[in-house]
């Protein structure tokens, strides 16, 4: 009997996994690159790669990379998560896969399963019925952002996101008395060092959603006892932040990405009101600016049975019920807030990006109205609330775009019969729940089918279409030897009508990060953290293209009395484009020749050794002497000199991030950065010693000490947790045993 009830728990839970997963293959199935635009391709890929190969030598955390140069402070950049234990495995798996493509689908796959999981035990948690549980779960991870955003380009938001109903299920139970506190904050933790903002703003908005129900709980005696907990265990998992984010603002005022303002408005994936009631039409897409042009999927969509079905639910069933549902109400309200603000607060941009957040708290209301049935009483007056809740966007969306008839027509014919079905299903009798998730995940499949059909891959975010074969990659362009320095700019090919011309060029080239996952040390990486003095004295963007100016640059001299920005940075091979290279009208001086030149690309390399090899120091001051100089490991270089001359500045062939930190003779050396943004130190005149140069990430000691002291909290929480149960269990066991014996009769 026993297992039984347990394999009867399990059904919906494996329904929800194996419908989730066959249905994020769909997308796969129907254009290969799908899963592959945007940053995924050439950032999130080749990093995670990195990452795993960073990991296998025993680089962990990863906090830097010097040869990664702009793209290599994982500290500062943050989304990479360098501190977060369930990235491991992500790497691990990246690195170790042989086709960037396939290992990164398999990845986003199982972060959109752990998605519907955890939705589904929130909507469990709040008395969802297993089934309407079941049918919401499956949903959110294909609404519309969820899947051609997240899923298709950014990587980084997909796992924050996934992260969030695991951890709003989990500290509701701590607030709740039925989990330990300390597990809320692992997944508070989890969250924090995933290194998302979206996620830390989804701790603190649920958090507070929390905090709001558990007081308002009147019935509970326990309530202040639980709201107590959670803050605290709030309180300990906000000790991580530092950790996280303090590099990042520390770093930040030096970067591309400086935060700027704290409000603004430019438009950019930012919905309005409107825009929602195509919430359920599959192939409507919302007048919305995307980032290479206007929108062209359905970015505001959410399930294909919420706005239909409205007209249907028991309603009714929520009057004097509402209490225990404040913190879905609460974090969909706050959200719907964040949904419509401006473009830009603080380091939030884009408002496009909460709009999954905002859907699992109605989805989550959705379920626990749903688990009431369809209501079968005032049928004509539901089914003209229903024909008005599909016929009116899908007017206004075709009044929007015209030219969309055909498109919208199915999406809405489809929309329709699945709704008839539903309604044909809620009158079955005993069967019409699991008739009802039937219709809800089938159509939810078929949904992701014709989106496909109609779409295909995001093309409002940007095409790359790179090699994927790690070998091959690896095979084509192990001759680049050395630093290796690209110039190229293919962001004019980056369109469907010219992806031939675009992908005809990785033959020659790699863009973003690729080569991170090739034994190529490339200067370009595509990066949002790129050091300002760098990118502008190479004319690079954060994609890792440059402007022909670069191209000049790279044979200047930074400033006075330096030698040209090439041997600074200690290039041993450079990499042009023909037309970059005629634009910048100039040809690389004595010392370079020419080993590959044809009308596609043009390679040079150095002819003369650089001093100092198996070390990052490229120039000392006139009149100083070094006797030795070794790059110890990644993150620390030793030099020795025998004199200083008139002291002055060394430079090394890395970028002078903040949290460098330098020792000569014993004594602290100023570290800083040239006009180019390479690190320098400063030797004293007349002196002799050992100068150390090492790396921590910027505040590491306090963050260590913050984070150490939120374990301790979390520790005592979790003893204090596990003691306050005990004596519970005890009372009622006494209870228990004072009832038995008042049921046994007097001997006498």
């Not at 998992?237 to 430019?266: I, K, M, W, Y």
Request: charged share 15%.
């Amino acid at each position: 009997m026993k297992a039984r009830l347990i394999g009867g728990r399990l059904v919906w839970p494996l329904v929800v996994v194996v419908a989730t997963a066959v249905f994020a293959a769909i997308p796969k199935l129907a254009t290969t690159w799908f899963y592959q635009r945007g940053d995924t391709a050439v950032q999130f890929a080749p990093t995670w790669f990195h990452l795993g190969e960073l990991t296998r030598d025993g680089v962990f955390p990863a906090w830097l990379d010097p040869n990664a140069w702009a793209g290599g402070n994982y500290a500062a950049e943050a989304l990479f998560g360098i501190y977060d234990p369930l990235n491991i495995p992500v790497w691990l798996a990246m690195s170790a896969g042989g086709d960037l493509m396939t290992s990164m689908f398999l990845i986003k796959l199982c972060f959109m399963v752990l998605l519907a999981l955890g939705t589904y035990l929130l909507c469990r948690e709040y008395d969802a019925e297993a089934w309407a549980a079941a049918s919401v779960a499956v949903a959110l991870p294909f609404c519309g952002f969820t899947l051609f955003w997240d899923a298709g380009s950014w990587a980084s938001g997909l796992i924050a996101f996934s992260y969030t109903p695991w951890v709003w299920f989990v500290l509701r139970r701590v607030m709740r008395g039925t989990a330990n506190p300390f597990w809320g904050f692992v997944v508070g933790a989890l969250a924090v060092t995933q290194g998302n903002p979206y996620g830390v703003l989804a701790l603190v908005v649920v958090g507070l959603g929390l905090v709001l129900e558990g007081l308002l709980d009147v019935d509970r005696t326990d309530r202040w006892t639980g709201v107590l907990k959670l803050v605290g265990v709030g309180a300990c998992a906000a000790l991580l932040l530092p950790l996280v984010f303090l590099p990042l603002l520390q770093t930040s005022d030096l970067t591309v990405r400086a935060f700027g303002a704290l409000l603004g408005n430019t438009g950019k994936l930012q919905p309005v009101a409107g825009d929602f009631l195509q919430a359920s039409n599959p192939t409507a897409v919302p007048p919305i600016r995307a980032i290479t042009g206007p929108m062209t999927v359905p970015a505001t969509f959410l399930a294909w049975f919420v706005m239909p079905l409205l007209p249907w639910l028991r309603w009714g069933d929520l009057r004097g019920r509402l209490r225990p549902i404040v913190a879905p109400m609460a974090v969909s309200v706050v959200y719907l807030a964040l949904v419509l603000a401006p473009s830009k607060l603080w380091m939030f941009r884009w408002p496009l990006r909460v709009t999954e957040y905002l859907y699992l708290g109605l989805l989550v209301l959705f379920a626990r109205l749903l688990s009431r049935g369809l209501a079968t009483t005032q049928v004509r007056e539901r089914v003209v609330g229903s024909v008005v809740a599909i016929g009116v966007p899908a007017y206004l969306a075709w009044a929007n775009n015209p030219s969309a008839l055909h498109r919208l027509a199915a999406g809405s014919a489809l929309v329709v019969v699945l709704t008839v079905l539903a309604l044909l299903a809620a009158r079955l009798g005993p069967l019409r729940t699991t008739a009802l998730a039937g219709v809800f995940i089938i159509g939810t499949g078929l949904g992701v089918t014709l989106q496909m059909k109609a779409f295909g891959e995001n093309k409002g975010s940007r095409v790359w279409h790179t090699p994927s074969n790690v070998a091959a990659m690896n095979s084509r362009f192990n001759d680049r030897s050395g630093t290796v320095m690209q110039f190229s700019d293919f962001e004019h090919l980056q369109h469907q009508k010219t992806l031939k011309a675009l992908t005809a060029k990785w033959q020659y080239f790699l863009p973003g990060s690729l080569y991170d996952v090739t034994e190529v040390d490339a200067v370009n990486h595509y990066t949002g953290m790129g050091l300002v003095r760098f990118q502008r004295s190479l004319c690079m963007g954060y994609d890792g293209f440059t402007r022909p100016c670069g191209y000049r640059s790279i044979f200047q001299s930074p400033q006075l009395s330096l030698p040209p920005l090439a041997d600074l940075m200690k290039v041993e091979t450079i990499v042009v484009d023909p037309k970059q290279a005629r634009a910048a009208g100039v040809t690389p001086p004595a010392g370079w020749t020419q080993v590959t030149g044809n009308a596609q690309v043009q390679v040079y390399r150095r002819t003369q050794p650089l001093p100092w090899p198996g070390s990052r120091l490229s120039f000392v001051p006139n009149g100083a002497t070094v006797t030795a100089a070794a790059t110890v490991d990644i993150r620390h270089e030793r030099v020795d000199l025998s004199a200083t001359g008139n002291g002055g500045q060394a430079v090394f062939a890395m970028l002078g991030w903040p949290g460098w930190h330098a020792t000569f003779a014993g004594h602290d050396a100023h570290v800083g950065r040239d006009s180019a943004g390479l690190l320098t130190v400063t030797l004293p005149p007349d002196a002799a010693g050992r100068l150390e140069l090492t790396y921590t990430p910027p505040g590491l000691t306090a963050s260590l000490a913050a984070g150490g002291l939120g374990l301790l909290g979390a520790l005592a929480l979790g003893w204090f947790g596990r003691r306050r149960k005990e004596r519970v269990d005890e009372v009622a066991d006494d209870e228990t045993d004072e009832v038995e014996e008042s049921a046994v009769p007097s001997a006498t």
